[in-house]
């Protein structure tokens, strides 16, 4: 059982994306004592949905560690959230009724920094449903790419699907040599044509493609041209960020999201061999986080 | 004033796509009487719309023409509309208890090609908001493209205005070169940076981005690298789909759309020769697909 004063340095990070929202509680000694994962945390994307993912992650995250009886109002949390380096956002969700002790509110990056590197200097690069690259030097904040699907995103979980999709209708409709891709992408979405391919993607959105990328993968693991062209095009898009990054000479620099185990292999060498594993996950970042700006706070109101 | 056999002889036709849906009233000597335009027509993207589109657009069509006294119970109608290729969405169709006399339903690009060439043989290439390639030879039906947007579409105005705003993005992240479409674009969605250029085209679908298309046009013009490859890629796909409808011999081919007099030029020379003017527009070819199915069905009535 915790004591009181073991529960005043509980703190709750919480990092809320696009697909969903993730929450840890974690003691003094940087050990995480529950999770807690819910929906759709990207305030951009939906503010009410989001602002509950948040709330629900962290109950969850006390429930794992056998911690319902603390409340909410007693911790202080880290918030990482996508979306809100846009300053209407980030004074919308500050504006939030949250129901934290004190909710300290990053965009999702930094609390990805953090979590990597232990140290608010270095860059990531995140290849996920979508793609960035951000670094954070001596304060001083670099955000690449990350615009947004299908207009931004290049090299993106959701990218690669996409791409696979716009190659396989043009192999259907006779435009290009058929690909390795074709069967596959008809049998994983149930339709056996054309047509029926049409009406399987209509309308769909980053996430949807984004579970398509490994087709791309798949087939160019057997020398599909096709698959192998795609996957050039996208690696040397996440190299030019890499490289862009690179020039600002981090001490640290990481390769993030669900893709990067697929696509950190067709990078170019030299990149590769920057690439140091990320030490922690973003939603310990936002413990970091949280924790440094409540001590700067205190120091203020030491020095007021 | 028209006389009861003079409105036997009337006919409506209809053209309903994704923006707009547009009628006319047309006489057995082939005038057009009166047109009337409403919005979205396009059943796959809204059943009710599209309905309620098509029922509004043949009565500014019948005003237009003096004629609000005739009923729309008393004319046969041809209509052309988006998505019914897709077998589920013309019996749905089908089973509208619509307004007219009878309802003839076709496919837009039958009813397109049809008004262009006077004829059920010919081919179209049509690249407006969305593109695609159609040909109708001896009743056996080509379509080409066509899928939709972003998925599909290549060479569109919704493509090109899509391919300059990545381009953009590329270029304010410094990723590569900066393009004459840069300040031209961020002018016109009344924004002075990248985050804010990301905010005004955060889940934009087709109509937006086919508003920009004019961009790379203008900027080709004036030899700008990045806007001349945009097109470069278009127009080879553009000319892909005249080259495969082509090869069927179709008697006549037209270029449609409202792209058309900015992307013709661009397409190779020995196809840009081949394109015939269109002779009518699809509302027109709807009149001649309604005549031709009710001159089957009195033949088929006399027989039996």
């Known amino acids: 059982m915790f004591t009181s004063g ?28 529950g999770t807690g994962i819910s929906g759709p945390g990207n305030p951009l994307l939906g503010f009410e949905q989001a602002t509950n993912s948040i709330t629900e992650a962290a109950k969850l995250a006390l429930k794992d560690a056998g ?115 074709n069967d596959v992408l008809l049998a994983k979405l149930y339709c056996t044509d054309t047509m029926g391919l049409v009406a399987a993607i209509a309308d769909k959105k980053a996430t949807f493609y984004a579970q398509l990328a490994n087709l791309v993968f798949d087939a160019a693991e057997q020398g599909d041209v096709i698959a192998l062209a795609i996957i050039d095009e996208g690696a040397e898009y996440i190299n030019s960020l890499a490289r862009t990054l690179l020039i600002k000479n981090p001490p640290r620099i990481s390769m993030l999201g669900g893709l990067t185990p697929r696509l950190k292999p067709w990078l170019e060498q030299a990149i590769q061999t920057q690439l140091a594993e990320p030490l922690s996950s973003p ?21 007021a």
């Open 6 to 33: 073991d529960k005043k340095e509980l703190f709750l990070g919480i990092d809320g994306g696009g697909s969903k929202c993730k929450a840890i509680v974690m003691n003094e000694n940087d050990e995480i004592l």
């Open 67 to 181: 911690l319902e009886n603390v409340a909410l109002n007693t911790l202080n949390t880290g918030v990482g959230l996508a979306g809100v380096n846009l300053p209407a956002l980030f004074e919308k969700m500050q504006a939030w009724p949250h129901p934290f002790k004190q909710m300290f509110l990053a965009h999702d990056l930094l609390i990805a920094c953090l979590g990597a590197h232990h140290s608010s200097n270095g860059a990531v690069v995140i290849t996920g449903t979508g793609s960035c690259g951000f670094s954070c030097i001596d304060e001083q904040e670099l955000l690449i790419g990350g615009h947004g699907f299908p207009q931004g995103d290049k090299g993106s979980g959701a990218w690669f699907g996409l791409q696979a999709t716009k190659q396989v209708l043009l192999s259907l409709d006779g435009l290009i040599a058929p690909s390795l891709m």
């Open 283 to 303: 939603e310990v970042g936002a413990v970091f986080f949280a924790r440094h700006k409540l001590s700067q706070q205190n120091k203020q109101q030491k020095m």
